[in-house]
């Protein structure tokens, strides 16, 4: 990493000397006013200070980087070369006497300390909407290098735009710049280019419910010949919801117990537009969980997998969720239980550290109202607070 400490006139003049020699990709570490020259204490200038820095490492690089959640061992690796770095160059500034050069490094050396020790620490002399904007992020739970990368572009934003601007503005940055952080990805509901549906992930996060949901959808907007398959044999209540809502739909439904089975009711739904396959909610834990489902499914080129996860979980259990199903492949999220919390970052820390998509966000028990179709739009307006009805 690059860090460089400019002064400037003024904060539009200092941006304009960062983007210069920097580039757009910097981010601000620190502003504060500064006063210098002078005569006798008199008449000194005041100027703006500004710390910026650059990621030095090739921009694919640093895209897998920010997709990372930044550890403890992590920040303490960078401040160590930081350290190293900075004494060596000490060693070099003594030689030719540059007193001033020397004094620089240091304090850049304190400021390096000083993020490491609080991630918090460089934003308490941001502009009092931007304050708030990292006091949001911070309770959405957004991981700290989006959450930084984002605010060092609202911060260049308001000071190019002059200051002083409304909050409203601000939010609409923030939201197009969150927007603009995952729109690469998949999202949407069903795009049938895959004839089978695959819903997997652990018990108690509504599988069955939003397979049923899915279907009611597919039928009743798309007007799609739709069938069920279940390989959920562990749970003779969860086979019975499941021909409870085949019965409600008008859809047939196959048990199937091992591959011989699964590829039987594969033939028999030939014909049909979609099929929905729901498996076991068991253990996330238990890697021998997902050793069965490769038992049960034909894990081929015409099936879509999507992972359930709710919102109710820890995202360190949704990290490990994933991990567990990640030997085979996830094409999107679906998200549930939307309706039962008010935290909603750990959906785009999950989009952007693992590269995929959302199909669904589900926000209740109601087949099949109480479901959405996900965008990048509607992702974001539901972590910044500003959903339309």
């Known amino acids: 990493m690059k860090v460089k400490k400019y002064v400037a006139p003024s904060m539009p003049e200092a941006m304009k000397m ?8 910097a981010v601000i570490l620190n502003s504060k006013v500064v006063y210098i020259n002078g005569f006798l204490g008199l008449f000194k200038k005041k100027n703006i200070e500004v710390i910026a820095a650059i990621d030095s490492k090739p921009a694919e690089q640093k ?7 930044i550890s403890e061992t992590t920040s303490h690796k960078i401040i160590n070369q930081r350290h190293d770095q900075n004494q060596n160059s000490e060693k070099k500034i003594n030689t030719s006497s540059d007193s001033g050069l020397l004094d620089e490094i240091k304090q850049l050396k304190v400021l390096m300390q000083e993020l490491s020790s609080d991630v918090n620490s460089n934003f308490e002399h941001y502009p009092g909407p931007l304050k708030e904007i990292n006091e949001l992020l911070i309770k959405q739970e957004i991981n700290d290098i989006l959450r930084r990368n984002v605010l060092s572009q609202l911060l260049e934003k308001w000071y190019l735009n002059g200051g002083n601007i409304p909050k409203s503005t601000v939010m609409k940055w923030l ?33 069955t419910t939003t397979l049923a949901k899915i279907a009611a959808e597919c039928i009743l907007k798309k007007g799609k010949k739709v069938a069920f398959i279940t390989t959920d044999t562990y749970r003779i209540a969860a086979i019975d919801q499941l021909k409870t809502y085949a019965k409600i739909l ?27 396959i729901d498996t076991a909610g068991r253990n996330f834990r238990n890697k021998r ?22 919102l ?78």
């Open 250 to 276: 008008g859809v047939p439904i196959e048990v199937t117990y091992n591959l011989e089975d699964f590829k039987q009711a594969k033939e028999k739904f030939s014909d049909f537009d979609l099929v929905l």
């Open 175 to 207: 939201q197009d710049n969150l927007v603009q952080e995952i729109s690469s990805y998949q999202f949407g509901g069903i795009s049938f280019q895959k004839k089978y549906i695959n819903v997997v992930g652990p018990t108690g996060v509504g599988k």
């Open 18 to 25: 960062i983007r210069a020699e920097l580039g757009s990709e």
């Open 289 to 310: 969980y997902v050793e069965d489902l490769k038992e049960i499914i034909d894990f081929n080129s015409e099936l879509e997998t999507l992972l359930v996860l709710s």
């Open 312 to 389: 109710t979980s820890k995202y360190t259990d949704m990290i490990s969720i994933y991990e567990q199903f990640s030997t085979i492949n996830i094409d999107k999220f679906i998200f549930t239980k939307k309706d039962e919390t008010s935290n909603y970052g750990a959906i785009i820390n999950l989009v952007t550290k693992y590269g995929k998509g959302v199909a669904y966000l589900t926000n209740g028990q109601n087949v099949p109202d109480d479901i959405q179709p996900a965008s990048a739009n509607k992702i974001v307006e539901t972590i910044i607070g500003e959903e339309q009805p």
């Open 63 to 69: 895209m897998l980087k920010k997709e990372k959640v």
